[in-house]
């Protein structure tokens, strides 16, 4: 009959998780055991505890760190992505009529493409919000590679004065939240 027969619903709203289903698929890291607690341990065994007796550039003093942090990304992008996906199945689908078959995927497709769209935007907005409050509040990392401390301390005052890090290329923290450096294991001299 085409458009020609109308068939109202007994029911105007359905979720979408009863006739869509949708299985996030994650970079491989994330899965992987190089975001482990037992791999970023057994790798940073053999490290020297006081990691200020590595020099300022060396990854050694950032590797723990660093594998934390991305294990704390792929966790945060595994949370944001199921909560886009539970919200797209979560939501309703109304209507009053029996929709073609056609209407109904494509109003299905779009409605999974924005979701699909939506989703990196939003994780990267939070981590931009993030950079921003650490950097617009100058707080000053753990490891010292955006500010630090220069002494001596005056008198009785308990003021910490700080200098901002800046990098090979020019790039100064005190003005960029996303300045870089290259990398590197450093071995020093001991003669």
């Not at 341990?41 to 760190?65: C, V």
């Not at 689908?93 to 779009?110: A, G, K, Q």
């Not at 950079?131 to 630090?148: C, D, K, L, M, Q």
């Amino acid at each position: 009959y085409g458009d020609q027969l109308k068939c109202s619903c007994s029911s105007i709203a359905s979720t979408y998780n009863h006739f869509v289903k949708i299985e996030p698929v994650f970079h491989e890291i994330c899965s992987s055991p190089f975001v482990s607690d037992e791999w970023r341990i057994n790798i940073t065994t053999g490290l020297d505890l006081d990691l200020s007796n590595y020099t300022l550039m060396d990854y050694r003093r950032f590797l723990s760190a660093h594998l934390q942090y991305l294990q704390g990304l792929c966790q945060i992008s595994i949370e944001s992505t199921n909560n886009s996906v539970d919200q797209l199945l979560s939501s309703l689908l109304v209507t009053t009529e029996l929709l073609p078959e056609t209407v109904f995927y494509e109003r299905t497709d779009l409605l999974t493409k924005q979701s699909k769209s939506s989703a990196p935007t939003t994780f990267a907005r939070l981590l931009f919000l993030t950079r921003s409050v650490n950097h617009g509040n100058a707080i000053i990392s753990s490891y010292g590679t955006n500010f630090e401390y220069i002494g001596p301390y005056y008198g009785g005052y308990s003021y910490a004065i700080t200098q901002p890090i800046i990098y090979d290329n020019g790039c100064s923290c005190a003005l960029y939240p996303n300045c870089t450096s290259q990398a590197s294991f450093i071995e020093m001299n001991s003669s």
